[in-house]
């Protein structure tokens, strides 16, 4: 009598049910099947260059939320999800041992190199146990072997060229649905508890109210999400006019988390989107949302096409530039005190909730790299370790980008942070939401304290260097638009939880920080 088929299900990043090759192929190979998901100690150490934490309490608790989700999802479909602390390519290699007539491991492949290391010592594993390796591709809206390029090493390095010819020349694979049953697991194995954040030693997360993503990881919340966000509300339909909010869980898709590890599919997305336009309406916002999925994908083709470079100081043009690596002003810039609100209060906003905008991603990532000087690996790992949607490519591939080093030639855009301030917050509501020292400062005068009256501070209970810092920097083109402020006594622009507004002549930019050529962002 031949042995059983068993088929091992290796989830990383690919945490869901629905559009997921790895269930749909092993469902198709195999009698048994063992979905399994290891915390890899890896993943719980420093970073590479300058050892920071790896993994913070926000990303930790979302994807403890996503491990429990897709346990309960598959319990519903007669399965379940193994859990073990360790190493992949080990903890593969002791299933193999232990089950004895494992036919496969299926996985999906992943592009950067620790995730590429993984991937060698479970083929390597799986070699010596004579067992197939079935690896699959599913991060990305177009999958790599549909792209308009025979090699990856012919991707273009500036975005427009890729976009243009993926849209006019490749198409979006249809979705894979969801299993409605999945096989059995073999009997006699232990499904393995799901640690705490206490059990791999790290720090609990605390919720803070005024979080833009108060949200829970899991495939079932990415998907009601998605619900809310298009057909709930129809908050798609005014994306790109909302998208550069600051405030509140509405003013932009909030998909980024849910994407990065695997909870839902961009194909998913995308063909909502398609739905969407065909029974609602069609227009700018609904084409954005695949613009964005679009830049994710181009961000992981460039990592596969130049593979370390990705963390390389000199970046993607072999630049030299003489980066600093002053530890006194990383702590300004990671702890929110520079004395550029602007600047602080987003750096504040990730480090309390894990969360920051695309917009003010941007800002402080110029601010560290073209007006701090300071050495853009130290911005990428600071960003790897809080953000709860880090995604390797994405995160190191905007760094390259803001230090001027990326695979586009077209650089030194500097953002103007008292511009960009008094742009998407003019009335400072953003500012005092997360710079309390501040909120005595009405209007858009918040955003250029160092500039008010003795007067006007003492008025404000403001006292620079004793209740809020002087900037440790002031850029020369900033006294340009310090003195254009709206005065404090007009409404808010924002509401604290209704969408941004963006300022008309924003919103047809595209994403500035890529496009222009202008300095005066």
Not at 28 to 45: K, L, Q, S, T
Not at 190 to 202: F, R, T, V
Not at 455 to 478: C, K, M, R
Not at 488 to 501: C, I
């Amino acid at each position: 009598m031949s042995k059983a088929r068993i088929v091992i299900c290796l989830l990383r990043n690919d945490l869901r049910l629905h559009d997921n090759e790895v269930f749909y192929w092993a469902e198709r190979n195999a009698e048994y099947i063992v979905p399994i998901y290891c915390f890899d100690p890896r993943h719980y150490m420093g970073t590479y260059k300058y050892n920071l934490p790896k993994t913070g309490p926000f990303r930790l608790r979302f994807l403890l939320d996503c491990v429990k989700d897709l346990r309960s999802s598959l319990l519903k479909r007669g399965s379940n999800l193994l859990v073990r602390r360790g190493k992949p390519e080990e903890v593969v290699a002791d299933l193999i041992k232990q089950l004895g007539s494992v036919s496969a491991v299926a996985f999906h492949e992943e592009v950067a190199s620790e995730e590429l290391n993984v991937e060698k010592g479970v083929k390597d594993v799986c070699a010596q146990m004579k067992v197939k390796v079935h690896a699959c591709w599913g991060s990305t809206l177009y999958h790599r072997d549909d792209l308009p390029f025979h090699y990856v090493s012919r991707l273009p390095d500036v975005y427009t060229q890729f976009r243009k010819a993926v849209e006019t020349q490749s198409r979006v694979r249809p979705v894979l649905p969801s299993p409605e049953q999945l096989k059995p697991l073999p009997s006699g194995l232990e499904e393995g508890p799901i640690p705490s954040a206490e059990d791999l030693e790290q720090m609990e997360a605390v919720m803070d109210p005024r979080s833009a993503f108060p949200c829970s990881g899991g495939e079932s919340q990415a998907l009601a999400r998605l619900k809310h966000y298009f057909w709930d509300t129809d908050a798609v339909a005014t994306y790109k006019e909302t998208r550069n909010g600051l405030i509140g869980v509405d003013y932009s898709t909030k998909f980024a988390p849910w994407l990065a590890m695997g909870c839902i599919s961009p194909r998913y997305i995308y063909e909502q989107i398609k739905k969407y336009e065909s029974d609602r309406t069609a227009n700018q916002s609904t084409y954005w949302v695949i613009f964005e999925l679009l830049w994710r994908d181009y961000f992981k083709f460039v990592g596969v096409k130049y593979g370390d470079r990705l963390f390389h100081v000199k970046g993607l043009q072999d630049k030299s530039v003489p980066w600093k690596t002053d530890k006194k002003l990383f702590n300004a810039w990671k702890e929110g005190c520079t004395g550029v609100p602007f600047v602080d209060a987003n750096m504040r906003e990730l480090a309390l909730t894990g969360f920051m905008s695309n917009r003010g991603r941007q800002n402080v990532a110029s601010f560290l790299t073209k007006d701090l000087g300071l050495d853009w690996r130290m911005g990428a790992e600071w960003f790897e370790y809080l953000l709860i949607d880090h995604d390797v490519c994405s995160n190191y591939g905007n760094w390259l980008y803001s230090a001027g080093i990326g695979n586009d030639p077209r650089e030194n855009r500097k953002f103007n942070m008292v511009k960009q301030g008094l742009d998407y917050d003019s009335n400072g509501d953003y500012v005092r939401l997360w710079v309390p020292e501040l909120q005595g400062i009405r209007g858009g005068d918040v955003h250029t304290p160092w500039t008010l009256s003795s007067s006007s501070l003492s008025h404000a209970q403001v006292s620079l260097n004793e209740t809020y810092p002087s900037p440790v920097v002031i850029a020369p083109e900033w006294s340009r638009h310090a003195n254009k402020k709206p005065s404090g006594a007009g409404p808010s622009t924002r509401g604290k939880k209704g969408p941004s507004h963006t300022p008309k002549q924003h919103r047809d930019r595209g994403i500035d920080f890529y496009f222009s050529k202008g300095k005066n962002l």
